[in-house]
């Protein structure tokens, strides 16, 4: 489970920010939106947080953040010796630029509390520390820091770091994550918390990059039922959908004629999950079939890439973290969703969700009985962005709004929230032009 997230120095994230998913203590909201810790030291979790913000304040960056950290985990052991890190910096101060990007998450795994942080520059990692917390006692299991002045790093372990670990870090290249590779060489201890990354937490970004895990799902025959009673609850029209593997290139005498021999045979390899929605022609006995792709509208495709890493994190009781979890939705279909893990009845693992929007609308809609929603959301639930005025993100929760800015007004139980934002209580609204000052024809 995760406890908070922070970054500094990450494309438009400059001074750091923090994510905290812990209660807010000060709060006498609704508790049954809560996770109750296992850990003595740690605040009852949240189940979901919303983050709200304008276009181009950093929202998404956040999230792009998470997938950094994940990516350099669970993939960073590939990296070449001399190949760059991929890291951003934040560019509009330039010492920024040769500065290390900072990293950290807070996580419970196995019941105990571990914090691991990296500061992460181009050419390699600056600084790597992972700690554990058994018995509200730090523990630092093992630590790693660039010294300029011998050009080497300073390594160190700690007596309850157990197994291999000098052999592991002779073979860690200075781009790479001692975590990673510690992992990838089947270390006990690490294991754990490497699944954590790897196995439990979702980030879904791109519609096309996360659909393949519905499809592979619907493919499975103990696992498709899943897939289309999600579908059903949704009121989408889909009684079933069949999958079928498709070459991208059936005719290799389509290919050109340059290409090597061995290389026309291995693209003849490649394929695709298409999917075949079936819906029920009314008045009849009859189905037909529609290209999910082209065929459905983008809402339906929504949901059903959806469906997949919603269901998997629910089972497993992971961390989903979705850029506009809303796009193309019905705000009822929005909110169903939702409610899959504000439900401590449904939500039996206690998995989270972290997603963002840009439309105030989504914050009160899911609020507002008027409408049949089923969601209420807690203040400390939603969290906004905004910009400082170097360009540099600041994130800061609903709960804690007075804090960021004398500006702002602090939020009442029950109070429209939507109304609110439009109004600029809780965050800087945009200031545009008049029209009459833009030479647009």
Not at 64 to 85: P, S
Not at 106 to 128: A, C
Not at 203 to 227: E, F, W
Request: glycine letters at 4%.
């Amino acid at each position: 489970m995760l406890i908070s997230f922070s970054a500094s120095n990450f494309r438009s994230i400059n001074d750091k920010v923090t994510l905290c998913i812990e209660r807010s203590s000060t709060l006498k909201d609704p508790d049954d939106k809560l996770i109750p810790s296992p850990v003595e030291s740690v605040d009852d979790l949240l189940r979901t947080v919303v983050i709200y913000g304008l276009n181009g304040t950093g929202k998404s960056n956040l999230l792009k953040a998470f997938a950094f950290v994940q990516n350099m985990i669970v993939y960073g052991h590939r990296l070449t010796q001399g190949e760059e890190i991929s890291v951003e910096p934040f560019l509009l101060t330039i010492d920024n630029v040769i500065k290390p990007s900072y990293f950290q998450i807070v996580f419970i795994s196995e019941g105990v509390k571990f914090e691991y942080e990296i500061l992460v520059g181009r050419k390699r990692i600056v600084k790597e520390q992972l700690s554990a917390f058994p018995k509200n006692t730090r523990q630092i299991w093992f630590s790693r820091e660039y010294q300029v002045a011998n050009n080497e790093y300073a390594w160190k372990f700690g007596s309850n770091f157990k197994g291999e670990r000098e052999s592991i870090k002779n073979r860690t290249l200075e781009n790479a994550l001692f975590l990673s590779k510690a992992a990838h060489e089947n270390h006990v201890q690490v294991r754990p918390l490497f699944d954590f990354f790897q196995r439990k937490m979702t980030i879904l970004t791109d519609r096309n990059s996360y659909s393949n895990k519905s499809r592979k799902m619907v493919q499975n025959p103990s696992t498709k039922h899943l897939i289309i009673n999600f579908l059903r609850n949704l009121d989408l029209g889909i009684e079933d959908i069949n999958i079928k593997k498709i070459a991208l290139f059936e005719d290799n005498d389509r290919l050109p004629d340059f290409l090597p021999k061995d290389a026309r045979s291995e693209i003849s390899k490649y394929t695709y999950l298409e999917a075949k929605t079936v819906h029920a022609i009314p008045g009849t006995n009859d189905t037909v079939l529609f290209d999910l792709e082209s065929q459905e509208s983008e809402g339906t495709k929504q949901a059903f890439a959806l469906a997949g890493p919603i269901i998997d994190v629910l089972n497993t009781g992971g961390l989903l973290i979705v850029d506009e979890l809303e796009s193309s939705l019905h705000c009822k279909l929005f909110s169903y969703i939702i409610d899959y893990f504000n439900r401590p009845e449904v939500n039996k693992k206690n998995a989270q969700l972290i997603f963002t929007t840009h439309s105030p609308t989504v914050v009160d809609s899911m609020n507002d009985p008027r409408l049949g929603m089923l969601v209420e959301l807690r203040r400390d639930q939603v969290w906004f962005t905004i910009k400082k005025d170097n360009g540099g993100t600041i994130l800061y929760s609903l709960a804690d709004v007075i804090k960021t800015s004398k500006k702002f007004s602090s939020a009442r139980k029950g109070q429209n929230i939507s109304k609110g934002i439009l109004e600029g209580k809780f965050y800087e609204p945009p200031t545009l032009r008049p029209h009459h000052q833009l030479d647009l024809f």
